[in-house]
């Protein structure tokens, strides 16, 4: 080689690593300018239950301080509340009734289109395609088995294979199980014969592999990508009892007055609605366990806020807390879920970003599908959101600016509503309204003046022609809006 070739090679070299130089730092600072998402959402977690709250007797310390710093959504309610529906409103940003998804997914309802599409834009969607790496940790409950089994046992677990996964491209969940002390998970790459069973607390093992996620370790994902990984943790969901012992004996001792101390908590059962079971000692038992998971999801959430904050990455990563739906835990005389009552139907959402929002408590009346587009506006996407979205931008109230301000939260029940049919309603936040129809077109009212009886003890439906009236005729303006034929 001569002396004017080196010359020639050298310099080529030079204007490569120059501009090889100028393309990474442009890509560091269009990383460093896109914010990460954390979407941590815990399964049965009542609003009730946030310690800074001060209702339920519980411990949530990382929690408190997560909506110390961020905004808390002190309004906010599940649309639908169950595992399913929520899920399908939460990725799409629509309704129940525009997704299909009415109820929990499993074998018998396969057939009716109960489950996530694979033709639905889901925010994950959005995201990839906005340069995002996006992962899912813990339960996912969108899909039933498909072909449907032969016999006429339900099948609520199944496999979502790669194609039905809306771009996430780490996968460390399952369907549906409710095996707290020994779940079992499906990896990105294995197949629906591969299970992995940690032999640990699912919420303590999905945060270990939160926080395997964000030291990216074994590249679960890209680099030179901002993440958006959504964690769905299923404690406290039933079996409340399946909890470590370490998170139990905060309620050794306790008696019934001071773990359920809501005034409106019955210890038979609400036979004109049916569901759970009476009696103090259960209904005690249940409580103090629901109370120790609530801690111990906190205190695993802790865990990764603290290796957020080793990573660099607390301060660039939009953090949302929330809740499938709530737990009644004895309320109104009932247990678990699928109820307008606030037990049930009230949740947490707390969205922190440190970097660009300052902190307060937002009384919005948010619902469920207005969380993809608001979080889509947070994160500079908002030209980004599908048409097909139903739910509302908010994100302007982040930044103190105006947004017409929505009056109702509509309340909706498939079938799976105790065994008596559908239900319908809204809140304002004066009041709540509920209409239940039987199979036979019965219909049963329901409705409480929160701003006067907080804790819906009294159903004042009958006591004054002229409300019922409005009630009922808001509700027929609010379903006709969105299409509903109920």
């Keep these: 080689m001569n002396f004017s070739n080196s010359k020639l090679y050298l310099l080529l070299f030079t204007v490569l690593i120059v501009f090889s130089c100028k393309s990474n730092t442009s890509e560091e600072k269009i990383l460093a300018q896109k914010p990460n998402l954390l979407f941590i959402f815990a399964d049965q977690y009542r609003q009730a239950s946030l310690g800074f709250l001060k209702e339920d007797p519980v411990y949530t310390p990382n929690l408190d301080q997560l909506a110390k710093e961020g905004v808390f959504f002190s309004e906010a309610v599940s649309n639908n509340p169950l595992c399913s529906p929520y899920r399908a409103m939460l990725m799409t940003g629509r309704?129940?009734?525009?997704t299909g998804v009415v109820e929990n997914c499993n074998s018998q309802r396969t057939e009716f289109g109960n489950y996530l599409?694979?033709?639905?834009?889901?925010?994950?969607?959005?995201l990839v395609a906005n340069g995002y790496s996006a992962g899912y940790i813990g339960k996912w409950h969108l899909d039933g088995p498909e072909p449907t089994p032969p016999d006429v046992k339900r099948v609520w677990d199944t496999w979502c294979p790669?194609?039905?996964?809306?771009?996430?491209?780490?996968?460390?969940?399952?369907?549906?199980?409710?095996r707290h002390n020994d779940p079992y998970y499906w990896t990105t790459d294995g197949g629906e014969d591969d299970k992995v069973y940690p032999k640990q607390w699912s919420a303590e093992h999905e945060a270990n592999v939160v926080i395997n996620y964000l030291e990216n370790s074994e590249n679960q994902r890209k680099t030179n990508e901002p993440f958006?990984?959504?964690?769905?943790?299923?404690?406290?969901?039933?079996?409340f009892k399946q909890v470590p012992e370490r998170y139990k004996k905060r309620y050794e001792g306790l008696d019934y007055k001071e773990v359920l101390n809501r005034p409106n908590v019955q210890f038979t059962d609400n036979y004109e609605l049916k569901r759970g079971d009476h009696g103090v000692e259960k209904r005690l038992s249940e409580a103090k366990d629901y109370f120790a998971s609530v801690n111990g999801v906190d205190d695993q959430i802790g865990r990764v806020i603290k290796k957020l904050k080793e990573k660099g990455l607390y301060e660039n990563t939009i953090i949302v807390f929330s809740a499938d739906h709530g737990e009644m835990l004895g309320s109104q005389g009932l247990m678990h879920k699928n109820v307008w009552f606030k037990e049930a139907y009230r949740i947490p959402l707390i969205v922190h970003y440190p970097k660009k929002i300052k902190p307060k408590t937002e009384d919005l009346l948010i619902s469920v599908p207005d969380y993809m587009p608001t979080l889509l506006g947070l994160m500079d996407l908002k030209t980004e959101i599908p048409n097909a979205v139903e739910g509302i931008d908010y994100s302007n109230l982040f930044f103190d600016k105006d947004v017409i301000r929505p009056q109702k939260q509509l309340y909706f029940s498939g079938k799976s509503f105790v065994s008596k049919g559908d239900a319908r309603g809204f809140r304002t936040k004066e009041y709540t309204y509920a209409v239940v129809k039987h199979e036979n077109g019965d219909k049963f009212h329901y409705l409480y003046h929160d701003a006067e009886d907080p804790y819906q003890m009294t159903n004042i439906w009958g006591r004054n022609p002229e409300l019922d009236h409005k009630m009922e005729t808001e509700l027929e303006e609010l379903l006709t809006s969105m299409n509903d034929p109920w």
């Design 95 to 98: 309704y129940s009734l525009s």
């Design 117 to 126: 599409k694979k033709d639905e834009v889901c925010i994950s969607d959005v």
């Design 162 to 178: 790669p194609d039905r996964r809306h771009g996430f491209s780490f996968w460390y969940a399952y369907g549906t199980h409710n």
């Design 228 to 239: 958006a990984l959504f964690w769905s943790i299923n404690p406290p969901h039933t079996p």
